[in-house]
DNA sequence: CATAATGGTTTCATTATTTGAAACTTGGTT
DNA sequence: AACCAAGTTTCAAATAATGAAACCATTATG
């Protein structure tokens, strides 16, 4: 009786949360269940549970499901109180408006990068990141150095369930490169992305790191082949550096004002 | 035995989810017991599950719960799935780079106003940064132009649960003004804020109206009372009455490629 | 037009999980 | 040392989840 699942009846129910979430697109009864691991009234009653709390949102006319607006209103909480982002973002404005090209903010969650705010360029080079997204961690810039400077078990741990997928000619393939890389990375202190995810864009990273050497998130600056080059993107090398240590401390000086009663808006 | 939580073991969880968001900052286990109808032990494992789900994060330090990052990655999909926010983009683009002014937009979820985008007057950050935030629905423009053109039904029971709350001297405070300011509204076909919710701060705000003239949701152009003033932000409404009608035909002329298997990211 | 198939919904006896009073542990205070 | 508060665990009783089967409503199919 192997446990798949874990947590009871509501890790079960963000399971299947999760797997509408994973579509990426309104989805049938039927293709969730094809999918799930669980008989369809069981199946059903989570879909009717998650649907009346709001959680999934219900499209009579199509008969599709998809995540719902009260996720909206909980991640606002999350990205306010759980995340890098308020800390960092006048440090991000700033180094938004010096370099003038799109800007990352991100953290790892489990294995994966997650995008947690961005700042784009003048000119908006629309492509694959917004906040919320979340993408691999070895094939991006963010996601390389955080790996980088993780403990060596959580590296080992997250190469060895990475399943490598080659996105452009440059995408890092194995883990022995993988390896080779993130070495790389520590020895410089940040790391780049030289085309390995989208052909035409690159990016230079830098982590952002607690006192003591933990990981706490990254910033990287992004930009094109065609307006410029590695060397070009080192140049911002010192300015992120810069801003990745304000931002570490603020964080590590942070704490919630532990007074003060807000102003509830709630109803 | 009064039912007031609802839908069972998940209905509860959820419900010490929104708990713990309601917070709005990191939150001890003893406080939330002081709130909670649930008694110790059982609150104890909700907190538990939903840490364990990653849908809380846990602060060992500080012994505090905040939501955590896992909703931060469901509400992307939230966002892109279930919301007007993609479908809208390149018209509140155009927009905010045709006024050159604070753009919101909003939906309804509830009583309550949900942003659900926004554009800043000088950069151009797009994002949960605002969007998830919530506000009360009588007193925001956006929130009275979509409330206007909702069934009356719906108006009643709002406005009937509504407690209304006096944030300037120009706040709505009444359910026959706000009766009165909601046929204006219909008459004209959109509304102002003038200054109701922040002294200071006025708005134009616009419905985006199905063709069968079903609340979709609603855009507005904000101002400060020093740069300009109702008259200024009325001569917004042309290009806003535009943006709308783009909007909702796109809306309802849009629906997800029926058949293509995305080329899936997930690990 | 009947019939089958598909996708969605409900029933109900069985089973497993949740529940919460009470007891216990831990770390800090007088 | 005794006390206290916050957090954690126990365990029998109460409750909710489970899923095989049956049912219903549409939409294909012969």
Redesign the pocket.
């Given at each position: 009786?192997a446990?798949v699942?874990g947590?009871?009846?509501?890790?079960?129910?963000l399971e299947v949360l999760d797997q509408v979430a994973a579509f990426g697109r309104p989805v049938?009864?039927?293709?969730?269940?094809d999918k799930s691991p669980?008989?369809?009234?069981?199946?059903?009653?989570?879909?009717?549970?998650l649907t009346s709390q709001q959680m999934l949102s219900y499209d009579p006319e199509r008969?599709?499901y998809a995540p719902g607006v009260r996720l909206v209103r909980l991640a606002h909480a999350a990205w306010e109180q759980s995340t890098l982002a308020p800390i960092a973002r006048p440090h991000v404005d700033a180094l938004s408006k010096a370099v003038g090209e799109t800007v990352h903010l991100a953290q790892l969650d489990h294995a994966q990068v997650l995008y947690i705010d961005k700042r784009n360029a003048g000119n908006p080079v629309q492509m694959y990141s917004q906040a919320g997204k979340v993408g691999p961690a070895y094939c991006t810039g963010v996601g390389k150095v955080m790996l980088a400077f993780c403990d060596p078990k959580v590296i080992d741990s997250v190469i060895e369930q990475q399943s490598f997928h080659v996105f452009t000619p440059h995408t890092i393939a194995t883990p022995a490169a993988l390896r080779d890389e993130l070495a790389d990375i520590r020895a410089h202190g940040y790391g780049f992305d030289r085309e390995e995810h989208e052909p035409g864009i690159i990016c230079v990273a830098m982590p952002i790191l607690s006192d003591t050497g933990r990981v706490l998130g990254a910033l990287s600056v992004t930009s094109t082949t065609r307006r410029t080059n590695l060397a070009g993107l080192e140049a911002y090398v010192p300015i992120l550096q810069e801003t990745a240590n304000h931002i570490s401390q603020d964080a590590q000086n942070w704490s919630f004002p532990d007074y003060e009663t807000p102003e509830a808006t709630r109803i």
């Open positions: 009786m446990r699942t947590d009871g009846t509501v890790g079960k129910a049938r009864f039927s293709e969730l269940l669980f008989p369809k009234p069981t199946l059903y009653r989570f879909v009717q549970t008969q599709t």
